[in-house]
């Protein structure tokens, strides 16, 4: 499993391909929700984005492709100020419990150190126990709730943050 950071760098062919892969996992985890492929490719061309896929390079058999042949298994979304906030992350159904949200996760915290910014925050679903373990084992803490944030369901949203520096 490889992360790749989209924005600057990738191949703009290869580019629109794992976008158009990384919107059909979006669509599929958030449904309506869902932030869309026109916002993904916003998301590459701003400085203050840092967008990246999870990809397995390997086939059945254990045979490494290319990039153009591998399957994107998740995605993850920084955006970062002073602050950075972690906007999403999600991995593909098929793929969970293997550790992709975690280096996802990862990949951001570097990214966030490297821009150096003050913290991470993120909101989050008070239900998404998975989503909040995960936050958690990173080093995030709770520092709120914010009332009936989510619609369809509603749903308090609980704020969680890192502090980096
Ligand atoms: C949250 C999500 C990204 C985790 O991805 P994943 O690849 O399955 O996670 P990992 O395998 O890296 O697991 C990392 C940790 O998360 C926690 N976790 C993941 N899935 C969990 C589950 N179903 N129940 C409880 N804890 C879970 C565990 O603490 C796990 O560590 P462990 O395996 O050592 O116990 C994935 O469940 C997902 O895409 N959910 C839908 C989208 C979403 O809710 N995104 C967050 C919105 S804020």
């Known amino acids: 499993m490889e ?12 580019c629109e391909e ?21 916002a993904f490719a916003e998301n590459v061309v701003n400085d203050y984005d840092f967008l990246t896929a999870a ?3 390997t086939d059945g058999s254990g045979e490494v492709r290319d990039l153009e042949g591998c399957e994107v298994c998740g995605y993850a979304l920084l955006r970062c100020f002073d602050d950075a906030e972690l906007i999403m992350i999600a991995v593909d159904p098929l793929f969970r419990r293997r550790g ?5 996760l990862e990949g951001l915290i570097g990214e966030a150190k490297k821009r150096e ?11 998404n126990e998975a989503a909040r373990a995960m936050y958690e084992n990173a080093g995030f803490a709770v520092t709120g709730v ?8 509603r749903e308090n949203a609980v704020i969680m943050q890192l502090r980096l520096h």
């Open 55 to 57: 990809v397995d390079k």
């Open 100 to 104: 992709i949200g975690e280096m996802l």
């Open 117 to 127: 910014a003050a913290g991470i925050f993120l909101e989050v679903r008070e239900s």
């Open 3 to 14: 992360i790749l950071e989209l924005n600057g760098g990738t191949d703009p062919k290869l």
């Open 146 to 153: 914010r009332r009936d944030y989510y619609h369809a369901p």
């Open 18 to 38: 794992i976008l158009d892969r990384i919107a059909d996992i979006d669509r599929g985890v958030f449904g309506d929700s869902a932030w869309g492929r026109t």
